[in-house]
């Protein structure tokens, strides 16, 4: 076994053999992320002292043959936007450079049930707010691909360390591609779960001891392989303490799959490229995927989306910008509030117009919502998955120094404006979905590119098991990146 690159699954296993004990495993890492850490910048906060004292607990636990749970001994961190209690934790913003919060965020305190040993903090970009991972406090984290690139945002920490065999698992989040497009620019698993099935209470945003739970954003796991994001998600999926009483989730995994050839996925690479072209590389390796699977006997299929992409990440503007807008001061409120009278359509426009839009204006944006949504599940009813573009372009060079509002992507030639690179993962995201993002490539340049495995309502499970059938179909899989 690669201690290294072994998945969770694997080393929980060879913990419960007592191949290996937790305190050897976490000193291993430990000793990785001195090596390693200082050229990515991954992990921002260690917790080293209390982390061996877990560690001890979980080895000596395992010797009386009394594991705690799943992830029983299991060295691993969590992104820097969920609150741990006794470690510091900032979500990038230099004002809570100091916030060490009493109690866990309810994500990571069940982690922690189920035998997880959590020892440090990952990179990520102010309020978790940006496609790239950078802040005034820790810095910017480097993609282990290419030290020169982004590692994505905003869990690109998280995705970074999980890439570089720092940890084996991550715990992110996800309001507008957060797991999804670091997962894709670092050829790791990612899974934005359902929404409303992964508790967000804990999360910053919004602000510390916040328990609103906010529309579109969902926790979920980085890891790699597949498995091992089931695993994490049947740890931290579940109701809110005090709802328990009225309900408890039972994802249904549906029918036994176990041959590829019965799938019918549905591809829709060609679609929305007036608003958002893909790189010649990127589709190129979308193409051949979707022919492997082909060729494999899944039955695959071009189609048109049921809900434009303009009209997808229009709505993740209308939904989402005001739930950003909470964050600014009163006088950047105020003056965003003066774009309500400025014509125009273009998204940028639109996220100034929507950032102080009024509850009437979010209403009917969340009504709309919810008909792109029953055009999502009629897709479903003739197709078991849906597979998209997670970004435009493999990970591209780091640009933090201008504003997002000035930065352009080049997508072979054309500047595509920063906030309109996120449309694939804004528009599937604001439908609710679970998405699977999984590594496909890489690409010509040697970097990797990730596809959005897309699934219905729920089907989180179901959906985890048909993207296994898929990546045995077309021979995909981790691949352990130059930096070692």
Known sequence: MDVDFATAAELTQALRDRVISSRELLDHLLARAELLNPVINAIVAFDIDRA????????????????????????????DVWETAGLVTASGAVELAHHVPKNDALTVGRLKAAGAVIFGKTNTPLYAGDWQTYNEIYGTTNNPWDVTRTAGGSSGGSAAAVAAGLTPLELGSDIGGSIRNPSHHNGVYGLKPSKGIVPSRGHIPGPPGSLVEVDVNSGGPIARSLTDLQIALQVVAGPLPEEA???????DPGPAVSNPTTLRVATVFQEGSDLLPLTADVRACLDAFAD??????????????????????????????????????????????????????????????????????????????????????DLFERYDAVLAPVMPTAAFPHDTVRPMAERTLDVDGHAIPHLVAAAWCGAVGAMLLPVVVMPIGPGQAGLPVGVQVIGPFLSDLRLLRIAGLLEAAAGSGFTAPPLR
């Not at 607990?57 to 009386?64: C, K, S, V």
């Not at 992409?309 to 964050?327: M, Y």
């Not at 509030?337 to 204006?361: H, I, K, N, W, Y």
């Open 292 to 377: 492997r699977l082909t060729g494999a006997g899944v039955q695959v299929e071009a189609v048109p989306l049921p809900v434009s992409l303009a009209d997808g990440f229009r709505t993740w503007i209308d939904l989402v910008a005001p739930i950003v807008a909470t964050g600014l001061s009163d006088e950047d409120f105020t003056a965003m509030a003066a774009l309500e009278t400025v014509p125009g359509d273009d998204p940028l426009t639109a996220m100034g117009r929507a950032l102080t839009s009024r509850f009437r204006s979010w209403l009917r944006a969340s009504d709309l919502r919810e008909h792109q949504r029953a055009a999502w599940a």
């Open 52 to 79: 061996r004292m877990a560690a001890d607990a979980a080895d000596d636990a395992i010797a009386r043959g009394q594991p705690r749970g799943s992830l029983h001994g299991l060295p691993m961190t969590v992104k």
């Open 245 to 251: 009483a009225g309900w408890r989730l039972e994802l």
